[in-house]
C-alpha cells in the first residue's frame, strides 16, 4: 500500500545493485542526491538518464509512461548511497540489492583502528618540542546525514624530540590541518608537498601502514630576532606628460605626492616640508615606448639594494645610491581602445635605508610593471604608455635590522606600539625600541587566558 514518501529517504547498496526503481502515484520527477566513496561530494559517472537539477550532485530521472523512474545500473555503479530528494507524494519504493536494515553497519564497518605517528623539526632539522599539531579525524556519524561528514578534532602536543602520535583511535581517514609553534612559522609545513590527508579504510582505498620507525616529517621554520614591525602599500603612477618627474613616499603618513626638482632633498606638499623615504623618477624614450624607472631613498644619507631573497634582516652592507630599472614597453597588436600590459620586475625585492635617523625596509616589488596604453596625443594612429607600479613595503620603525615579524603580541600590545610610534613621529623623533616580552609578561598579569583543557578539541602528548 502506498504511503507518503518524507523529504529526504536514505537507503545504501551494495556494488552489486542493479539500479532503483520509483513507483509515483502519477507522473512526476524525482530529485536524487548521490553520495560516493567520498562522501556527499564524491565523484561519480553520471548515467545517460540524469540530468542535474541544481548544484550539490543533484539528479533527477524523467518518469516513463507506466509512471516508473529507473536509475541506471552503471549510475551507481560503485556507489554506496543515494539519497531521494522530493515532496511528501504517494510513493512505492522497490530498492534492487538494496539492505536498509544495515545502513549503520555498512557506514560503521568502513571504520578501523587508526595509528599514526609524525615528527616536527625545524629548518635545521632539530626537534621542535611543544609544537600544537591539529588533526582531524573522519569516521562513522550516526546522524543519517551526516554519516560521511562527522569529524573528530584533536590537538596533540609535540614531545622533546618533536614526536606526535594517536593510537587506537577509530575513523577512516586523518588529516594533519595545521601544525604551529610560538616564535616559529609554519610557512614551511603550509607550503610543504609533505602529504597531509592519510586513509585507512579497506573499502574504498589503500590503506596507509603507519610504521613508528618512520614518522611523517614536517618542518616549522625557527624565527630570528623578532620586532614589532608596520607595513604599507607602495603605488607609483606616471602619465606620459609626467615623464622624468619625479614622486616620493612617506611610508608612515601621507600617500604618493609629487616633488620639485629643486627639493629633492627637502620637499614641501602645500608649504610644508615632508619626509620622503622612497623616491621616484621615470622618464619615457617615446621613440621606443620604454621606460626608465630609478629608485632612491628620500635622503642624501640613505642607500637601496635589490635582491631576489625574502632576508628576515635588512644587508648591513651593500646600499647604494639609486636602482634603475629598464621597461621596455610592446603594444598589443592590432590595439584598437585602451589595453594594459605588463613587464616582468627583474629582482623582486628592495632593501632601502631611509630617513636622518636610520630605518629598514624590506619592499616587495610583486611580478610586473604595468603599462596603460592610450592613444598618442600627437599621432592619433599610434599608441603611447603610461606606467604604473605598486609595492608593499614592511619596515621597522626602531632603526634595526629586524625585519622578521613579531606575530604572537595580544591585540591591546600592539595598539599601544601604535601609539608610541604615532607620537613619536609627530615630534620628529624615532620611538624607542620596546622590550617585547616584558610587554607580553605584564599583558598576562592583567588579562586570563583560557587553560588548555578549556579549549576546543584536547589535547594529548
Known sequence: MAKPCPTVVTYFFENSAKGLEVRLGRPFSVGYRLFGGHGPHGRFSQGKRASPIGSNEAFKFPIHSNNEATMPSKFINSLWAATIVGANLPVHL???GEKPDKIMEMTRRMDTGINFYGRVLDDQGKPV?????LLHIS???PVPTAMWTSVAILKLVSDDKGNFSIQGERGRSIY????KRNHYDNAPFKNSNTERCFYFDRELHVPFI???KNPIIYHLR??????FLLKGGIGFDFT?????TYKGKDFFRIPTFPIKEGELVHPTVYGKTVVCDLRAQATLDEKHNTWTVVLAPGNPDGGIQSSDQFLREAPATGYQQNLTFIVEGKAPKNIQVESNTRVKIGQKYIYLRSRKESIYSRIDMGEFFQLQWRPSPRDP???ISNLHFSASATFNPYGDRILEEATDLPGDVRLGLMDEIDQAYHQKKRPRTPDLKKLIQDWEKTHTLPSKDKRPGWFKK
Do not use: L, N
Open 94 to 96: 522497490a530498492c534492487q
Open 129 to 133: 618540542e611543544g609544537a600544537e599539531v
Open 139 to 141: 569516521r562513522f556519524g
Open 176 to 179: 594533519i590541518a595545521d601544525i
Open 210 to 212: 603507519p610504521d613508528p
Open 222 to 227: 625557527k624565527k630570528g630576532p623578532e620586532a
Open 240 to 244: 606620459y606628460g609626467e615623464s622624468g
Open 381 to 383: 594612429k599610434a599608441f
